[in-house]
């Protein structure tokens, strides 16, 4: 089983709509995760962190559920802008960074 | 501040040659990583290092090495190119490891090995 798991999408989806993202995880002890997101195989930038139960920033809501060991993003009124490549990430015990294959998003006008 | 940088930004290497990707870091940043992407993948470890003087091996070692002489500088070299080495190289810094800390990312190498 891999460490991280991600749907690759692609999703496309029209400006304003609402578009969600999973990700598994299969390290229990992992205790803050986080999603990054990557401009045409620019470097990953932090989007946000999730730490406990969720996160909230602007349209961006990242939400982790330990029992099920997934967490999700969810952005609402999608804008052009948003198109791009999301990493879900989850670290190990190990100081490992694990990172998901990425879910492509495209946002249509 | 420039953060972590990366040289070069694109390479290209005949079967066989060897090189050096350079990495350094300004925020003084304990850990630094190695990473490769391949095309529609994610990032996979290629190796860590906790403090200068300590590396270890992450997910796809093989082919690789590594050095920490200093907090700064975290190179990573290339001793027989193959074409399975092409990729885009990224190296990351963070100050207190994987447990709560985001990763800074140098801007990334283009490596083709042909």
């Known amino acids: 089983r891999k460490e991280v798991e991600q749907d690759p999408g692609p999703f496309n989806v029209p400006e304003g709509a609402t578009v969600a993202f999973n990700c598994t995880y299969s390290?229990?002890?992992?205790?803050?995760f986080f999603w990054y997101r990557q401009d045409c195989r620019k470097e990953p930038k932090l989007l946000m962190s999730?730490?406990?139960s969720g996160n909230e920033d602007g349209r961006f809501t990242a939400q982790l559920n330990r029992a099920s060991q997934y967490i999700s993003l969810l952005i609402r009124d999608s804008k052009l802008s948003d198109s791009a490549t999301y990493l879900c990430v989850a670290p190990n015990t190990g100081n490992q960074f694990y990172f998901g294959t990425g879910t492509s998003l495209t946002v249509i006008p | 501040n420039a953060g972590v940088t990366q040289t070069p930004k694109f390479r290209i290497l005949k079967i066989g040659q060897s090189m050096t990707l350079q990495c350094t870091q300004d925020?003084?940043?304990?850990?630094m990583y190695w990473y490769r992407q391949d095309p529609g993948m994610g990032l996979k470890l290629i190796y860590y290092?906790?403090?200068?003087?300590?590396?270890d091996k992450g997910e796809v070692p093989n082919g690789y090495n590594v050095s920490r002489s200093t907090t700064e500088d975290f190179p990573l070299r290339l001793e027989l190119a193959a074409p399975s080495q092409t990729s885009v190289y990224f190296c990351?810094?963070?100050?207190?490891?994987?447990?709560?800390?985001?990763?800074?990312f140098g801007s990334g190498t283009q490596l083709s090995v042909l």
């Open positions: 290092s906790v403090g200068a003087g300590i590396t």
């Open positions: 999730v730490y406990s």
């Open positions: 390290n229990s002890a992992s205790q803050s």
């Open positions: 990351a810094s963070s100050s207190d490891g994987a447990t709560n800390e985001k990763l800074f």
């Open positions: 925020m003084n940043h304990n850990y």
